[in-house]
């Protein structure tokens, strides 16, 4: 399975990656999750919950970042057993790029699964995957907007600016409560 995305975000490129590189942080954001800690330099075990169709199992398994280049990209290498669910392993490239005063994070993931999950069919990973990505990057938005709350503050205000100038959005209202994101999915 492939999957790629980017969202712009308006934090900065140094705040993303304070964030994506906090296990607390991490822990809050990923689906399911109730454990990411440390055990060793840029390695770290997880535990996560997940359910795809009719398999619901608790994964455990292990993270590794390499190719790291701060504050811009690393890679995420990923790999987690589940039991008689089966696993999932892979990895996935991150980027973070200045795009004004936020920036724009994208990433490309490639992963495989075996056991009963894989017997689901891929149509059922993929839009379980991708739905599992937006609720992650929800999430994300969402613990940035807590933690920098003026950087946030500053986006809607000129959002709103923008969308006054236009005049109201669709069915005559102003979504100021929307995050500023981009969203380009594509799941093989």
Known sequence: MDMQGSRALAVTQQQAWDALNNPEVLKVCIPGCDKVEATGENQY??????KVGPVAAKFGGKIALSEIVPPHSYTITFDGQGGAAGF???????????????????????????????????RLIDGAAKSLAEDFFRRFEEE?????????????????????????????????????????????
């Open 45 to 50: 075990a997880i535990g996560v919950a997940v």
């Open 88 to 122: 999932g392993k892979g990895n996935s490239q991150v980027k973070l790029v200045p795009q004004g005063t936020g920036c724009e994070l994208s990433y490309t993931v490639h992963a495989s699964v075996g056991g009963k999950i894989a017997q689901l069919g891929q």
């Open 144 to 188: 940035l907007q807590r933690r920098y709350p003026a950087a946030t503050r500053g986006t809607l205000q000129r959002n709103n600016s923008r969308s006054l100038a236009r005049g109201p959005g669709l069915l005559g209202v102003d979504n100021l409560r929307q995050p500023r994101r981009q969203i380009a999915q594509r799941v093989h």
